[in-house]
């Protein structure tokens, strides 16, 4: 019930182009849904993040799309460039739990950005 | 202002030796948390802080212990490595229980 799925596993988009990453999570009792983005050879830097009381929120380039129904969100990249080329991971988390904000993480999806 | 820094950046052991990790978080942050990332297998949970004290710990063996200092940096210990404890590990502070987390650049063990 920890589990977050997330797909594709990796993804391959001209610039310009629209890059989708879905996710998909179990437990009910998450409350937090954020986004990390890393580049090789360093750690997940936080991208954006949602809470389930919002259905979509979007900052510059980067929208999450949220489903509490459905179980699911998603990252929208608009107008991909060469330079979000990187490995995006989604995560959710209980923050009113007694876990404090541990997260659980999907398995990543690596994204090319072609010229 | 500074991010969370981690330290070695890299570090290689052998089979059976201990490996010690350290993470220096955000300043005003109180939590600390450890992950581990391992090839193929994602970020696992390791373990979490607050206030000088261990609050949560993921699924690994006992042998994967940690402490937080007074001054809210942290230790994350391994013992007796194993070949498959290679990983980056990757220390993210938060201000608060409930706050976002922010990571370091993580420390890249290798075990022989």
């Known amino acids: 019930q920890q589990q977050v799925k997330q797909s594709p596993q990796s993804l391959i988009v001209q610039k310009g182009g629209i890059s989708i990453i879905n996710c998909a999570y179990e437990?009910?009792?998450?409350?937090?849904f954020p986004w990390y983005q890393q580049f090789p050879g360093k750690g997940p830097a936080l991208l954006i993040a949602?809470?389930?009381?919002?259905s979509e929120k979007k900052e510059g380039r980067f929208t999450i799309s949220f489903n509490k129904s459905a179980k699911q969100f998603s990252l929208h990249i608009m107008d991909s460039q060469p330079g979000d080329s990187a490995t995006y991971f989604c995560?959710?988390?209980?923050?009113?739990?007694?876990?404090?904000?541990?997260?659980?993480f999907g398995g990543g999806t690596r994204v090319l950005v072609k010229p | 202002e500074a991010g969370v820094t981690q330290s070695p950046t890299h570090l290689i052991k052998t089979r059976g030796q201990q490996a010690t990790l350290r993470c220096s978080p955000i300043s005003g942050h109180t939590s600390v948390y450890w992950y581990q990332q391992a090839l193929g297998l994602g970020l696992q949970f390791l373990l979490w802080?607050?206030?000088?004290?261990?609050?949560n710990r993921g699924n690994f063996p006992p042998r994967f212990s940690g402490r937080q200092f007074p001054n809210y940096s942290s230790e994350l210990n391994v013992n007796a490595l194993e070949l498959e404890d290679s990983a980056l590990y990757l220390c993210?502070?938060?201000?608060?229980?409930?706050?976002?987390?922010?990571f370091g650049e993580g420390s890249r063990l290798t075990v022989l």
């Open positions: 995560a959710a988390s209980r923050t009113l739990g007694a876990a404090g904000n541990k997260l659980t």
């Open positions: 993210a502070s938060s201000g608060g229980v409930r706050g976002p987390l922010f």
């Open positions: 949602i809470r389930p009381d919002v």
């Open positions: 437990n009910t009792a998450f409350d937090y």
């Open positions: 802080y607050d206030e000088g004290e261990e609050r």
